[in-house]
């Protein structure tokens, strides 16, 4: 009989698994950063994975990162003030990985520590606009489609260095790197492929110093795929149902429209 894993469980096994592939890809397991994708998590498992020392969180959904980050901020104020929990993190950074529509980018602007998933010149001209009257600086990825399927979001492999000497130079806008995600159920060859032509568009554009030092991010791998991604150099791992538990039967297909 299998059981479900416990939260506790799941994480450490994650650790360690984030742990063994940085090993074979030479980095250190702190050179990868772990973000809980919590889009198909209970508010209940978002609390518990605080207390368990986890700082970031990521949603594909404009409205649903705003509720949750109105009830899990307070949450984690609430145990910091009290000072209940020594492993909880100091602070919360929120991830902003899905689709994002012009018109959802004031109100998530205060939210959001990075948005990964910049996929136009016009969305980048938003939020420049928007963080200016903010008075921020606001840290982006560019969304690369590189598994190249036309239903995917980001912008083509062949682009992505154009749109971000453009982005660059934007003064609300601290472009820090790229994302990408693999095919769904991809064979690990095409895995493969996929996380390293977007690691050499990575490497390419840090040496045209695109970004500056603040360059240095690669966001790629999920729960079924964060092995190889970091195998082939990715920084962030964007993990939801290994921590959480299978995606529900009723989940809506990921078209990650907002
Ligand atoms: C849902 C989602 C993930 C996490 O997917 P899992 O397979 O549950 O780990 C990662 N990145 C993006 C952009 C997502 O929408």
Not at 89 to 101: K, N
Not at 158 to 174: R, V
Not at 189 to 203: D, G, P
Request: proline share 5%.
């Amino acid at each position: 009989m299998t059981r479900k894993p416990t939260l506790p469980d799941a994480l450490a096994a994650v650790k360690d698994r984030i742990a063994a592939a940085a090993a074979l890809a030479r980095h250190e397991p702190s050179d990868i950063s772990l973000i809980a994708v919590t889009k198909y998590a209970a508010p209940e498992q978002i609390r518990e994975l605080l207390t368990l020392g986890v700082a970031d969180v990521a949603e594909n959904k404009v409205q649903q990162l705003q509720q949750r980050a109105a009830l899990i901020n307070e949450f984690h104020a609430r145990q910091l003030s009290r000072g209940a929990d020594a492993t909880i993190a100091p602070r919360i950074r929120w991830h902003m990985i899905g689709h994002l529509q012009r018109n959802k980018v004031k109100p998530l602007l205060p939210l959001v520590t990075l948005i990964h998933s910049i996929d136009s010149l016009r969305l980048a001209e938003e939020i420049d606009a928007q963080a200016e009257k903010l008075g921020k600086k606001v840290n982006v990825m560019i969304q690369v489609n590189g598994s190249e399927e036309p239903q995917k979001s980001g912008v083509a492999i062949g682009a992505a260095s154009h749109l971000g000497e453009q982005i660059a130079t934007m003064p609300g806008i601290q472009l820090v790197g790229l994302m990408t995600m693999a095919a769904y159920g991809a064979a690990e060859k095409e895995l493969r492929s996929t996380f390293s032509r977007v690691r050499e568009v990575f490497e390419e554009m840090k040496w045209l110093k695109i970004g500056g030092s603040a360059f240095r991010h690669l966001s790629m791998g999920m729960s079924d795929d964060f092995e190889p991604a970091i195998e082939e150099g990715s920084t962030m791992v964007r993990i939801g149902s290994a921590l959480f538990g299978p995606r529900p039967d009723n989940a809506p297909e990921e078209t990650d429209e907002d």
